[in-house]
């Protein structure tokens, strides 16, 4: 079959790989429907190796060197391993991407998307950038009625906006900065929305972001690149700042100001996924009672309350896909399209 293989900073390739095997005991095989081109396949295409182990094999699945890309996605199952319940042949499914041990603390806790052995479909395992994957049976969400293979292929993502805004706690009417408009921003803007947040705040530069930042429920946008954001918020909250932030960026600047932004005693919620560090005074929080946050994707308990969000279509995933492409064209209209025009998408799905 073909499928797009990382083997390398800036060296993806379409090419022939074998069929997966048969699944294992526990595991299933889905024939894809469609996968989404995630920030970390560009982190890993423009940086890598930043997740992909290339100097010792995965402690959870052996994996080593080049991979097969993609954990975004939908498709049907079409054969299931020994002993598997949970899902059936024929069932369309968005699986998580979080392969877990079951054995650590974390794991016990059901906090699994921090497992000690975390292993991520596409990045640590062959992912869904291909005809054919083999996942974990209990990672496999049955899409209900009134989603979409395309909008469940966006749900990967809107899971962890979705898990960041849970793990805030009650936001009912309080005032919300989102740092960034991307995809992971645009779902927790929704996200945001639908708990009740009293005033949405989105920093962003990107044009086309903007406005699909306004569609998502923004209240307030602020492009820093033409006024101080910090001033900005602080005047829009009468002088004090936001009551709680979500750093969707990943950008060593943007780390810091996600705490800027807070009034005192304020919450910073780390969302994105940073290529080097910041630079950072601690006494912005020992002097202030600030907290910060650190969230990582998502559990399958997030899967399914944003399934039951975007069945009602409180949450929808269709006006984030901004582009539609074959396997074939994955670097070109794909990776090098969102890399050169990113203010010109979204979300690009793939068809392989």
Not at 320 to 332: F, M, P, Q, V, Y
Request: hydrophobic fraction near 45%.
């Amino acid at each position: 079959m073909q499928a797009a293989v990382w083997h390398g900073k800036k060296d993806v390739r379409v090419e022939t790989v074998p069929l997966p095997s048969p699944p294992a005991p526990g595991w299933v095989q889905v024939k894809v429907e469609w996968c989404g081109i995630c920030g970390s396949d560009l982190h890993e295409y423009l940086a890598g190796p930043i997740f992909i182990p290339v100097n010792a094999p995965h402690p959870l699945t052996g994996k080593q060197g080049s991979v097969i890309l993609g954990h975004e996605f939908t498709g049907k199952v079409v054969a299931v391993g020994e002993g598997v319940t949970e899902v059936k042949v024929g069932d369309m499914v968005a699986p998580d991407a979080c392969q877990h041990c079951g054995e650590c603390q974390p794991c016990r806790e059901g906090r699994y998307n921090v497992c000690e052995k975390l292993a991520f479909t596409g990045l640590h395992n062959d992912g869904a950038f291909a005809s054919l994957v083999n996942v974990p049976a209990e990672l496999c969400y049955v899409l209900p009625k009134g989603v979409s293979a395309e909008a469940g292929a966006v749900m990967e993502p809107l899971a962890t906006g979705f898990k960041a805004v849970r793990m805030a706690g009650s936001i009912l009417g309080l005032n919300v900065v989102v740092l960034g408009a991307g995809t992971i921003g645009l779902g927790t803007i929704m996200a945001v929305r639908a708990a009740g947040a009293g005033k949405i705040i989105v920093v962003e530069m990107s044009k086309a972001r903007i406005e699909k930042a306004k569609e998502c429920g923004a209240d307030v946008i602020i492009n820093p690149k033409e006024c101080d954001p910090v001033a900005a918020i602080k005047e829009i909250t009468g002088g004090s700042g936001a009551d709680v932030s979500f750093e969707c960026i990943g950008n060593k600047m943007t780390g810091p100001l996600a705490i800027d932004v807070l009034r005192n005693t304020g919450l910073a919620i780390i969302v994105g996924i940073f290529e080097e560090p910041s630079s950072f005074n601690f006494f912005s929080l020992s002097g202030t009672d600030k907290r910060v946050m650190g969230t990582l994707a998502y559990t399958l308990d997030d899967f399914k309350g944003l399934a039951a969000l975007m069945a009602k279509g409180i949450i929808r995933a269709e006006n984030l896909i901004t582009g539609k492409i074959e396997l074939k064209d994955i670097l070109d209209k794909g990776f090098l399209e969102l890399i050169n025009n990113k203010d010109q998408h979204i979300k690009i799905l793939v068809r392989p």
